[in-house]
């Protein structure tokens, strides 16, 4: 054998052997359901199961199905072979969780976790009682603004988390709310980094004026895919497949601002990376909400909102979800958009952004466009387009609104507790010609009124001021009618105290009564 030839047969032996060494570092684990696991074994039969575990021993309060979990080892491309499979076959997204190593696996296939005790020890009230801030708020939403929002985040090649469209795109979201958020300094805008892929998830937080440790999220995925192989020119615009669920979600933030709304608990809106290879995004954010100790009272997700595929308008999935929140939100629906019909399905295991949190004990909802397999044909090609939307958002709208009542009402709640009551107190007296008597300070809470009323015989007139003892020149509000019947009503934005004077503009008897909501 000649040294020439046993130089290339080194170089041979040595090119396999990179070969298979940068195969086997790009093997990943992942987690997916029987469905998806049966898919996996038509498209990678080399591709077992090392780990195996019945999902039947979840607490009622997380309802994870029949199905079992399997944790496996694969490749990159087995695993967008899967991901194909399972959109082609099952006519679903997703399917499967990726995790960094063997033992995470592990834990994740493991029954979900009872609620941490370091988290609530209560679920939030479920009361609705928001009717007079929610309604108006409905009345702005606009199916034209989110509209334009899918336009402008499908005017990229693609979003995948690792080409520079998905960077720009994430970029572009953080740039949106920041503009839309200007002049709040209750509310930040920021870019959470991940671990091995440049494009960042995107966090706005509006943050609670009473409970800002309680925590209300929701959430849809800003990147897309294309799966016949997504590079840096792939056409993926993911124009329903998330970015409805964002732009949804953006119009919940416009309103909010345009109302000057501020939650008694901090509302996150997230938009997360990499939801298409494994909800790897939400996870990490997750998670480490999780290890942190965050108090996330709630959760929902929004994930394709714009194409009306079945009979009902809103579909609420039942698997890796919460019965109790399903309820809230169904009953949200028929308390604010009552010509609505709601259907309910079930999506498998990880099907969503959703499920990242359900895994880490958090309560979570994922309302959806159609039932499962009747969802929109052109996700995850070149074909889904705002035009094969039919170029406008009215599904989407619908979303939009459900999202807003679910954020206010949860938002607006303290820690199961109902809102302070509104105090009254009454005062009774006389007064002669040209007297004058000053009750006060009143201290009222922010975002109430004082209401001042006066009754009796006589003619006494009535001032309030939120600076100090009105004077018959130096006030807010002022009631001075013919009579000892009067009324004056000032409103606060922020904490503050008011001030009443009577003056008997003739002999008078009188009753005063004020009511406001005290701080």
Request: some cysteine; overall charge negative.
């Amino acid at each position: 054998m000649t040294p020439r030839i046993i130089a290339v047969l080194i170089a041979g032996l040595l090119a396999g052997a990179s070969a298979a060494a940068q195969t086997q570092s790009n093997k990943v684990w992942i987690s997916v359901g029987d469905a998806a696991y049966a898919e996996l074994q038509k498209v990678a039969p080399q591709a077992l199961s090392r780990e195996s575990r019945a999902t039947l021993a979840a607490p009622q309060a997380l309802v994870a199905g029949q199905e079992r979990l399997h944790l496996v080892e694969v490749d990159e491309q087995q695993m967008l072979a899967l991901s194909a499979a399972v959109h082609r076959n099952l006519r679903r997204c997703g399917g499967f969780m990726f995790h960094t190593s063997e033992a995470e696996g592990i834990a994740a296939v493991s029954a979900p976790k009872q609620r941490s005790a370091l988290l609530a020890p209560a679920r939030p009230s479920y009361v609705i009682d928001q009717q007079s801030v929610v309604n108006p708020m409905l009345a702005q939403m606009q199916a034209s603004n989110i509209g334009q929002t899918i336009i402008d985040m499908s005017s990229y090649a693609n979003r995948y988390y690792t080409t520079n469209n998905g960077v720009n795109a994430s970029n572009w979201l953080k740039q949106r709310w920041t503009t839309m958020a200007a002049g709040r300094s209750d509310i930040a805008v920021t870019q959470y980094t991940h671990s091995g892929w440049p494009q960042k998830s995107v966090i706005l937080t509006i943050t609670g004026t009473d409970n800002p440790n309680e925590v209300v999220v929701l959430g849809g995925h800003l990147d897309s895919i294309n799966l016949s192989g997504t590079s840096e020119t792939t056409r993926a615009p993911g124009a329903d497949d998330d970015a409805s669920g964002i732009a949804s979600m953006t119009e919940v933030l416009r309103v909010m601002v345009a109302s000057g709304y501020k939650p008694r608990r901090t509302i996150k809106m997230i938009g997360y990376s990499a939801e298409e290879v494994g909800l790897r995004g939400s996870q990490d954010i997750a998670q480490n909400h999780k290890t942190n100790n965050v108090n996330v009272v709630g959760v929902m997700q929004l994930d394709m909102t714009n194409y009306k595929g079945s009979v009902n308008d809103i579909y609420l999935y039942t698997d890796y979800t919460d019965n109790a929140q399903n309820t809230f939100v169904a009953n949200l629906i028929t308390t604010y958009l009552p010509t609505l019909k709601i259907g309910y399905d079930k999506c498998g295991y990880a099907c969503s952004d959703h499920a990242s949190w359900t895994s880490a004990g958090y309560w979570s909802s994922m309302p959806f466009e159609a039932a499962m397999g009747e969802d929109d044909p052109y996700i995850h090609t070149a074909n889904d387009t705002y035009a094969n939307s039919g170029n406008q958002a009215d599904h989407a709208l619908k979303f939009a609104r459900m999202a807003l009542a679910y954020a206010v009402e949860l938002g607006s709640d303290g820690p199961g507790v109902t809102p302070p009551a509104e105090r009254t107190e009454t005062v009774t007296g006389s007064l002669t010609k040209g007297q004058t008597r000053a009750y006060g300070p009143y201290k009222v809470a922010a975002n109430g009124s004082f209401k001042a009323a006066l009754s009796g015989s006589g003619d006494t007139d009535l001032y309030v001021r939120k600076a100090g003892t009105p004077t018959t020149t130096s006030y807010d509000c002022k009631s001075d009618g013919p009579t000892t019947t009067e009324n004056c009503t000032v409103s606060y934005t922020a904490n503050g105290n008011a001030y009443v004077l009577l003056n008997g503009y003739a002999a008078s008897s009188y009753t005063l009564t004020v009511t406001y909501l005290p701080q």
